[in-house]
């Protein structure tokens, strides 16, 4: 099935969108192995060149080869994330070791890392700095991957790949059947008590999709259970809830337990083959912390005000409580329900109140009127052109003079095939070397879906995460590279957390507040008096948000730091980690191990989810250059950005990258401030 193979034919579709209409499960297999057919014979005549290595002959040859590989890849990986179903999952478990298997052949060819030595120990030979960028790039992930070494070493290497590329998959598939598998269904009645209009509205809209009329149902999506444990005045459902939360991957046929001892095994001896000490060595040699000691040294910076905070407000929730007559310690279930009701007390301000301000259409807004302001893009809805589900919108992205920045694709709604979180990827990125090539760019989100006829209302942190997935949009969108490989958000993984909470900081501004956050039904603009409570409340429960991210940010290296997995209790490891740096009560990691699928679903933030601390020292420190300016719209500024950090790819080492635009290196003093933690007493 290839002559007639939609994902290898000529897409005629407006602005090349993939035909999503026309692709059915069946496609896939016979697409996958054309594609690595033909990268595999173009790999083949450069590594067979029988001219001198050049530049052009090697690494643009083969920054042009791959591309249908690289269309089919997108549209299913895509969909694996966005809209799976059994049979992706099915053609995803076989098709992740091959892709393993074919990339390995490519780092490991001893014939290509050759012309790529050779190339790099001759010079940049004229090279342009961004030609000479790639090159290095292209080495370092060749010598990353074991080219140079032994043939058996190499051997040994790829097959932890080919292994390793299983096993994040079912991981990730394990998590996803848990969250599709439990739900908690509500009878009405005292089952609601608590619950605000905008979350009864939602839950009731999620059981009339599952064909339960007259019910309501919370599921194990995190904008469906977070405000279910701020609200529910049902202590059991609460624990309930919180339960089947906090256990995904843990039990029965989906426990990811024996799959985390069999990663974290194979990622120390790959690293131990490679050279380095442990994996969280290896891992961070290529970043911009260098080492592990350097990020374990800001975690635990960190930790140490943030642990003191959260144990403050863990006295004032169990205070709370006993002012209200219970007579029980306050549990994990109960932290969210009395942070909320205290933060009612001390800033009369709730959830309930901000949410009828903040309409999914009017902060999609927010963001595209940023955006205009600062980088001059503009965004037009095109219904259309034809997406991959109903719910999916798609914009045509241009600049000042009209022309083509780029597609925008919005996915905001939960729902069963997908999987949890929030994130930005691609189904084309930005070039130019085979021509102006725009990007199509998708921001995926799980929202709970208004009723039927009603605007969908977000929480504060949905929508500041829609902002922050926005950020990632953008550096996608903004991107302008000559070559693929250092396009976008193609960064160190502590710097590309940078553009993105950068973007956060313009949604909790008054100016933007004043203008989009307007109440649903009266389109009466958010009050400046609400405004200000919001900003007079910006560090509140920053202690457990703080310890909750840290303390899961710790475990991970920590993790990453063994020698050896093997007999690894990755539950018990991490109670000993929690005990051991004094977790306080009533808190758990915001990813316990058992379903951290950035780390365990691939290798994405694997000793590396200390990224988005790293990286809000930048964005903390970035934002004061627009205040310092005494304008969040600075032209000058916001031209820096964009040239220095939006629209430059790798095409510089992330710290020279910020140093352009800040004219300095960070200060470490913004995080604390950011987070409100600079007076902690520790």
Do not use: C
Not at 79 to 94: C, P, V, Y
Request: net charge negative; no cysteine.
């Amino acid at each position: 099935m290839t002559a007639d193979n939609p994902l290898l034919s000529t897409w005629t579709t407006p602005f090349g969108m993939p035909p999503f209409a026309a692709i059915e499960p069946a496609h896939y297999r016979p697409a996958f192995e054309a594609a690595i057919a033909d990268h595999q014979s173009e790999i083949a005549l450069i590594a067979g060149n029988p001219e001198a290595p050049s530049f052009a002959n090697t690494i643009e040859a083969m920054e042009r080869a791959g591309r249908k590989l690289d269309r089919v890849a997108a549209v299913f990986f895509n969909l694996t994330g966005a809209h799976t179903n059994d049979a992706l999952e099915a053609i995803e478990m076989e098709i992740a070791p091959l892709l393993s298997r074919h990339r390995s052949a490519i780092y490991l060819s001893e014939a290509l890392f050759q012309r790529i030595d050779t190339l790099m120990k001759n010079g940049d030979g004229g090279l342009d700095a961004e030609q000479a960028r790639v090159l290095e790039r292209y080495h370092t992930g060749f010598r990353r991957s074991g080219a140079g070494l032994p043939a058996e070493t190499k051997a040994r290497l790829a097959a932890i790949s080919e292994r390793l590329a299983t096993l994040g998959t079912t991981f990730g598939q394990n998590v996803l059947a848990d969250e599709k598998g439990w739900t908690l269904v509500l009878e009405g009645g005292d089952d609601l008590a608590g619950l605000p209009d905008f979350l009864i509205a939602s839950a009731s809209q999620a059981a009339k999709d599952r064909g339960l009329q007259g019910k309501y149902l919370i599921t194990l999506s995190r904008s469906s259970i977070e405000p279910f444990l701020q609200f529910s005045a049902r202590r059991d459902l609460r624990e309930k809830a919180f339960e089947a939360w906090t256990a995904r991957g843990e039990a029965g046929k989906t426990d990811n337990r024996a799959i985390i001892a069999e990663t974290v095994a194979l990622r120390a001896e790959q690293a131990e083959l490679l050279g380095f000490e442990s994996f969280a060595h290896f891992r961070l040699d290529d970043s911009m912390a260098k080492t592990p000691e350097a990020a374990m040294n800001l975690l635990t910076s960190v930790w140490a005000p943030a642990r003191a905070r959260a144990i403050e407000e863990r006295a004032a929730l169990q205070a709370l409580v006993h002012e209200e007559g219970g007579n029980f310690e306050l549990a994990a279930w109960d932290w969210r329900y009395y942070s909320e009701r205290r933060r009612k007390a001390e800033f009369d301000l709730d959830e309930a109140g901000l949410k009828p301000y903040l309409q999914l259409d009017k902060v999609i807004e927010a963001a595209f009127d940023t955006a205009t302001r600062l980088f001059g893009v503009r965004f037009l809805e095109r219904k259309d052109v034809e997406a991959y589900h109903p719910d999916v919108r798609v914009f045509e992205v241009t600049d000042a003079s009209g022309d083509l920045v780029g597609i925008f694709l919005g996915d905001y709604f939960a729902r069963p095939s997908k999987r949890s979180g929030a994130w930005m990827s691609d189904y084309r990125g930005q070039e130019r070397l085979v021509g102006n090539v725009r990007p199509i760019i998708v921001n995926v989100m799980n929202f709970a879906k208004g009723a039927d006829g009603a605007p969908t209302l977000l929480s504060y942190d949905d929508a500041r995460t829609l902002f922050h997935e926005f950020g990632h949009g953008l550096h996608g969108l903004l991107s302008d590279v000559t070559y693929p490989s250092i396009a976008g958000t193609s960064v160190a993984r502590d710097f590309v957390e940078f553009p993105s909470q950068l973007y956060e900081h313009w949604f909790e501004r008054p100016e933007i507040l004043e203008r989009f956050a307007v109440h649903y039904r009266t389109g009466e603009p958010m009050p400046a008096s609400l405004i200000e409570r919001l900003k007079a409340s910006r560090s509140f429960n920053q202690g457990f948000a703080t310890v909750e991210y840290v303390s899961s940010a710790l475990v991970d290296l920590r993790l990453h730091l063994l020698k050896d997995g093997a007999g690894l209790d990755s539950t018990a490891f991490e109670k000993g980690i929690l005990a051991e740096i004094g977790m306080p009560q009533a808190m758990v990691m915001r990813h316990r191990t058992p379903h951290f699928q950035h780390v365990f679903a691939g290798d994405g933030y694997s000793s590396a989810y200390y990224s988005y601390l790293w990286s809000e020292t930048l964005d903390a420190d970035g934002f004061d250059a627009f205040e310092e300016a005494g304008d969040i719209f600075s032209p000058d500024v916001a031209s820096r950005l964009k040239e220095f950090v939006y629209s430059a790819g790798n095409r510089r080492k992330p710290d020279e990258a910020y140093r352009a635009f800040r004219g300095r290196d960070p200060d470490p003093s913004a995080l604390l401030r950011k987070r409100g933690l600079m007076d902690t007493a520790v």
